[in-house]
T-cell receptor, first 109, second 115 residues
């Protein structure tokens, strides 16, 4: 039972444009959401997070939006850079972390 | 480098052998989590440990898998009598506190291949 879903396995974006990665969840009790970035042969690294009491959190080029009524969150990267090419996982926390299956982002120079 | 360390990075075992995966958390972190990533899947929680205690093992298969985090030394994930389906990347993460609002820092993973 996948409680956190990332329905787009891959995304390609031109350098300088906006990348939007989406994530849906099923459990309304989740109270904290995170995005992790993963390069091949490395572990995930924390990118940005948001508490369920907020609807937006911004850190430099990265912004996470949370729509609790739709049980949906998204990560916006603007402007996208080639170094952003990686797999992005969203995660939700309840009594443990639940991860999505990841979206592979390719930023084309 | 004071990050989370895992070894070995790659481990090949024949069916029926034992696999031992090690994880040293970040300095100052006393909470360790193990995750498994199967091909084409996301990270799946396996177990959460503190020193000498298993806090949550709800994601651990009931048989052949065990984990420990002794008072001294790294955390160990042990898989007995491995089968082909155990082939996966196993990631360890650590955090400073046990509440899930603290970010978990991941190690580079151990890629287990069962032949």
């Amino acid at each position: 039972d996948q409680q956190v879903k990332q329905n787009s396995p891959s995304l390609s974006v031109q350098e300088g444009r906006i990348s939007i990665l989406n994530c849906d969840y099923t459990n309304s009790m989740f109270d904290y959401f995170l995005w992790y970035k993963k390069y091949p042969a490395e572990g995930p690294t924390f990118l940005i997070s948001i508490s369920s009491i907020k609807d937006k959190n911004e850190d430099g080029r990265f912004t996470v939006f949370l729509n609790k009524s739709a049980k949906h969150l998204s990560l916006h990267i603007v402007p996208s850079q080639p170094g952003d090419s990686a797999v992005y996982f969203c995660a939700a926390s309840g009594n443990q972390f639940y991860f999505g299956t990841g979206t592979s982002l390719t930023v084309i120079p | 480098n004071a990050g989370v360390m895992q070894n070995p990075r790659h481990l090949v075992r024949r069916r029926g052998q034992e696999a031992r995966l090690r994880c040293s958390p970040m300095k100052g972190h006393s909470h360790v989590y193990w995750y498994r990533q199967l091909p084409e899947e996301g990270l799946k929680f396996m177990v959460y440990l503190q020193k000498e205690n298993i806090i949550d093992e709800s994601g651990m298969p009931k048989e052949r898998f065990s984990a420990e985090f002794p008072k001294e030394g790294p955390s160990i994930l042990r898989i007995q009598q491995v089968v082909r389906g155990d082939s996966a990347a196993y990631f360890c993460a650590s955090s400073q506190q046990g509440t899930v609002t603290y970010e978990q820092y991941f190690g580079p993973g151990t890629r287990l291949t069962v032949t």
